[in-house]
């Protein structure tokens, strides 16, 4: 996926900027985070008979200023209104190691999300190593905008735009009507490589 | 008292911090629900959480119904039990008052003090205080204080992914990494008891912590020190002298409450006794107390039978002139008795003087 190069004064951390439109998106498949892979017994037997991860795609861009990175998500919303938890998008970093991001990271292949929630008052970065083994890195310099619109979720997660060269990011979403967290999610099935400018 | 080894270390002695609630004493007072919000629940997102509460049994307590929201272990299967996160409505309160108004509205006292927002669906933590059950003149009810039981299996640090939940080894105590917490709440559906509550500003859940900072301080529980009427006892389950260990080993008279849910809780009760049922004529039936058998025995087990007769067995004793070890640990005619070996008046810690702040 290609990364606009953007010049300072843009207006790209609002999703509904219309420089966006002009910034190539690529649409990512999802898919659920399996069963078997979910940390522990409790969650497993909760969720045995019960659909997660169900949205089916989402898209990206990406832009750059030079100092921060902008990634817009995209994804259509549950139209069910939402109980005692909130939809959540992240955007999913590759620590060099390309295994398991159908498992959002590994014990041995940690990987670094960018996480926003619906209703949380700021993005978090988190070091994840597995389904919900998530360990908060704090803010990192992380922002975060959103908008629900027409059944649409658009949300512009940036942060500084120190992005490895053969960086590859992944997707993920949680549909918080269906009380989706942690490891309950819908991931992407493959990497994007970042083609920075 | 059990051993559990650590990787490249001596065994570790596993110790457990227990509770016991006398439930013939216990006047509903909540003077332990008000001490443990004063120490801990005052902050954001804490105005509607009592980690200590002191439902009316039979009752909906708190949350409302919580004893059909599942969780613990099935006995059947020995899997978990999926269970229900109780809701900020569930639980209730957490109200807002109109203070302006009653006190600077100028409306002459003609307005009062009441909650805000819809009327409809509204719960508290003793919302359905003194109600009980029965039929005048044979209606009946108690109380029962309840908090995080810090199970023995505590399916709630099984059901946590990111590990912020923890049992400490040298007392038991379940605890929480706040820093840790993502706010997943698998552990509110997963306790039976449901006595986690969730921080809706910070994002966490939180618990009774045990007031650990006064445990390893020396100090006992809030909850303990406070009580008026010295219906609890706290101790170390493994102190052979202690009345914790008397309670609930040696006598078998404190009781876990839903033992069935397969956690192992470490809050025990001494069953109440009742007053008996009044006939028809308004003569005392002395044979039928006023609170069915078999609804403390859905609570207890069927042990609370023999606890109950056992206790009556040591009044009768002690009304006959005789003696009972049993009953004067019971009555805590010393004060600190109660307290276990946590016995330091907190008036006493300075800051920096006993390893606690001010």
Not at chain 2, 23 to 42: D, E, F, M, P, Y
Not at chain 2, 289 to 315: N, T, W
């Amino acid at each position: 996926m290609k990364v606009a190069n953007v010049q300072a004064g843009h207006d790209l951390a609002d999703p509904r900027a219309a420089t966006w439109t002009s910034i190539a998106h690529e649409s990512v498949s999802l898919a659920p985070v399996p069963l078997r892979n979910q940390p522990n017994e409790y969650i497993r037997t909760k969720w045995a008979d019960r659909p997660y991860g169900e949205t089916p795609s989402a898209s990206v861009a990406a832009a750059s200023d030079g100092e921060r990175i902008y990634l817009l998500l995209e994804w259509e919303d549950d139209p069910r209104p939402n109980g005692e938890f909130q939809d959540g998008a992240a955007v999913l970093f590759s620590s060099g190691n390309s295994d398991g991001l159908a498992t959002l990271g590994t014990p041995t292949s940690p990987m670094t999300l960018w996480y926003w929630e619906d209703r949380r008052p700021a993005p978090l970065v988190l070091q994840s190593s597995g389904p919900g083994v998530f360990r908060k890195q704090g803010n990192g310099n992380l922002a975060a905008q959103a908008g629900l619109r027409d059944g649409r979720w658009s949300v512009v997660l940036s942060g500084p735009a120190a992005i490895p060269p053969d960086a590859k990011v992944g997707v993920a979403v949680w549909n918080g009507t269906n009380e989706e967290r942690a490891g309950l999610a819908a991931v992407s099935r493959e990497w994007l490589p970042l083609e920075l400018s | 008292m059990t051993t559990a080894k650590s990787s490249g270390s001596v065994a570790k002695k596993l110790r457990q911090i227990a509770w016991v609630f006398d439930l013939n004493k216990c006047i509903g007072c909540q003077t332990c629900s008000v001490a443990c919000k004063v120490l801990w629940t005052r902050d954001e997102g804490e105005q509607h959480q009592w980690w200590m509460s002191v439902n009316t049994m039979p009752g909906l307590g708190t949350p409302k119904n919580w004893q059909e929201m599942g969780g613990g272990i099935d006995p059947e299967t020995g899997k978990p039990r999926p269970g229900h996160q109780p809701t900020r409505e569930e639980f209730g309160g957490g109200f807002d008052f109109n203070y302006d108004e009653v006190f600077y509205g100028g409306t002459a006292g003609k307005a009062h003090l009441e909650p805000q927002g819809p009327r409809e669906n509204r719960w508290a933590m003793n919302w359905d205080e003194d109600q009980g059950a029965g039929e005048w003149p044979n209606s009946y009810y108690f109380y029962l204080p309840r908090m995080c039981n810090h199970c023995t299996n505590a399916v709630c640090v099984d059901a946590c992914p990111t590990g912020a939940l923890q049992k400490r080894p040298d007392d038991g105590l379940v605890l929480r990494d706040e820093e840790i917490c993502m706010g997943d709440r698998f552990c509110m559906e997963a306790c039976p008891y449901k006595k986690i509550s969730f921080n809706y500003e910070r994002h966490v859940a939180q618990q009774c912590i045990g007031c650990f900072p006064r445990i390893e301080a020396g100090v006992a529980p809030a909850c303990v020190r406070q009580c008026p009427g010295r219906a609890v006892f706290v101790g170390y389950l493994d102190d052979e002298e202690g009345p914790v260990h008397r309670l609930v080993e040696e006598w078998g008279i404190a009781l876990p409450l839903l033992a069935e849910a397969g956690t192992g809780p470490n809050v025990y009760y001494v069953p109440p006794l009742a007053p008996s049922r009044l006939n028809e004529d308004m003569s005392i039936d002395y044979d039928t107390p006023r609170i069915p058998p078999e609804y403390l025995e859905s609570l207890f087990g069927p042990a609370v039978h023999g606890a109950l007769a056992k206790l009556k067995g040591e009044m009768e004793t002690v009304r006959n002139g005789g003696s009972s070890e049993m009953l004067k640990t019971l009555i805590a005619y010393k004060w600190k008795e109660l307290l276990g070996p946590f016995t330091v008046d907190p008036a006493e810690l300075t800051p920096n003087g006993n390893g606690v702040g001010a």
